[in-house]
Each structure stands twice: as structure tokens, then as C-alpha cells.
């Protein structure tokens, strides 16, 4: 497994910008597919985006697709979500997570930041 730290979360007004890192350590996190998901206060958990182990392969969910970008530097260890045109839907706690499929489902994660806050203002 691997140890998550997601950072950059903060308050941003509507059609405003905000990029998320997620720092992996531990065993070989260049290894992993990551993924990023958020919930809403007083909704489910939802998928946003994924990339894979190279970041050939990328996904995003239908509410974020052209608006959102998720990255990776392999080098740095570190998985990038540079979120533009926020809206205040957008707000919700952020949380990266590593796994060894690049999937929408998040039972194929096994790894889990703590997450970071969002807060969109309308």
C-alpha cells in the first residue's frame, strides 16, 4: 500500500480555479492507477476521475469532463486534479486514492487520502 496526502482544497468563487496534488510514499507508488473521488455533505461518495499507471489512459465523470484535468508526474510521486470553471456542485471533500486498476468503481482502491475541502461560493 501506499500513504496519501492530498493538499490545495480551499474556498474559490464560482467559474474560479483550484488545482489538488496528491503526494504518494511508500512502496513504489508509481506503480499504482490513481483515482480521484469527492462526496457532497449528505450525499454518496462519486467517482470524478482516473488515470492509469503511465497516465495514457484517462476518465472522467460526465458532471467534471472539460472542466477538470487529472494528471500525474511519476517522477514526483505526485497525481495532479486542476479543476477549472468550478461550480458551486463542485463543493465536496476531495480524496485521491491508489490502486492496481485504473476503475471508476472505488472498491478497486485500496489506498485512501484523508481528503481535502472544496468549497465552492455561488
Known amino acids: 500500500q501506499v500513504r496519501l496526502v492530498e493538499s490545495g482544497g480551499g474556498l474559490v468563487q464560482a467559474g474560479g480555479s483550484l488545482r489538488l496534488s496528491c503526494a504518494a510514499s511508500?512502496?513504489?507508488?508509481?506503480?499504482?492507477?490513481m483515482g480521484w473521488f469527492r462526496r457532497a455533505p449528505g450525499k454518496e461518495r462519486e467517482f470524478v476521475a482516473r488515470?492509469?499507471?503511465?497516465?495514457?489512459?484517462?476518465y472522467y465523470a460526465d458532471s467534471v469532463k472539460g472542466r477538470f484535468t487529472i494528471s500525474r508526474v511519476n517522477a514526483k510521486n505526485t497525481v495532479y486534479l486542476q479543476m477549472n470553471g468550478l461550480k458551486s456542485e463542485d463543493t465536496a471533500v476531495y480524496y485521491c486514492?491508489?490502486?492496481?486498476?485504473?476503475?471508476?468503481?472505488?472498491?478497486?482502491?485500496?489506498?485512501w487520502g484523508q481528503g481535502t475541502q472544496v468549497t465552492v461560493s455561488s
Open positions: 511508500g512502496r513504489a507508488p508509481s506503480r499504482y492507477a
Open positions: 488515470i492509469n499507471r503511465t497516465g495514457g489512459s484517462i
Open positions: 486514492a491508489a490502486g492496481d486498476v485504473a476503475a471508476v468503481d472505488a472498491s478497486f482502491y485500496n489506498s
